[in-house]
């Protein structure tokens, strides 16, 4: 079974702060992202990427920033946290580069809320 | 600009009652996918099921149904006999065979609730 695991499931920071969010998959996919989940607002995608240190912006990446140094890991990060970045985190993988065939595996998610 | 539309937020129902989630999809592309995902209350996404752009036949799997009508640009899909164990949101998202990264375009969720 593919698994895809996210650092916290719950995380409390201060406005201001810098915060990291870390994922990490274990089926050796290619590509990779960080999703946003809202109510009322579905996903949306803040950031993916299709190769090691390779990495395209989604549709909400502004405040957010990534590093994928390896393979199986996928770190999305808060510069300066806002209490507009109050929100569901998650992350997902899947296996094949310039197609749109593969579904998605997800993580389960990180609640951060910024204080 | 390809866009995911699915009109019903929340949905309630009785135990063994049939309810159908709609999704309307926008896409300019010929070659696209189509994915239904679940979403339970501990939150992790889970794959229901995927079609490609080219392959128009309803899918049945037990209870689940999907209905793909490109007439409509149209994937709804139907639980026959709901149970308390379908409580979920239900995500209806789209993908294009061209756009890099393959980011899936999702809608903003039906969210279900059944009541025993």
């Known amino acids: 079974d593919v698994k895809v695991t996210q650092s916290s499931r719950y995380l409390v920071k201060r406005t201001g702060e810098k915060v990291f969010l870390e994922c990490v998959q274990d089926m050796d996919h290619e590509n990779m992202f960080w999703y946003r989940q809202d109510p009322g607002l579905g996903l949306r995608l803040i950031y993916f990427?299709?190769?090691?240190?390779?990495?395209e912006k989604g549709d909400i990446p502004e405040g957010y920033s990534v590093s994928r140094e390896k393979k199986e890991r996928f770190s999305l990060i808060l510069e300066s946290a806002s209490t507009n970045q109050t929100s569901m985190y998650l992350c997902?993988?899947?296996?094949?580069?310039?197609?749109?065939?593969?579904?998605?595996?997800f993580g389960p998610g990180t609640r951060l809320t910024v204080t | 600009a390809q866009k995911v539309t699915q009109a019903q937020t929340e949905i309630s129902v009785v135990e063994k009652e049939d309810v159908t989630l709609d999704c309307v999809y926008e896409t300019r592309d010929t070659t696209y996918y189509l994915f239904w995902y679940k979403q339970p209350p501990s939150g992790e996404l889970v794959f229901l099921i995927r079609r490609n752009s080219f392959d128009e036949q309803n899918e049945i799997s037990g209870r689940y149904s999907w209905n793909f009508q490109k007439s409509t640009s149209s994937f709804n899909f139907t639980i026959t006999a709901s149970q308390v164990v379908d409580s979920a949101v239900y995500f209806c998202a789209l993908s294009e065979a061209e756009q890099a990264g393959t980011a899936l375009i999702f809608g903003k969720g039906t969210t279900l609730s059944v009541s025993s």
């Open positions: 997902a993988s899947s296996w094949t580069p310039g197609t749109g065939w593969d579904e998605q595996y």
């Open positions: 990427s299709y190769d090691v240190k390779m990495k």
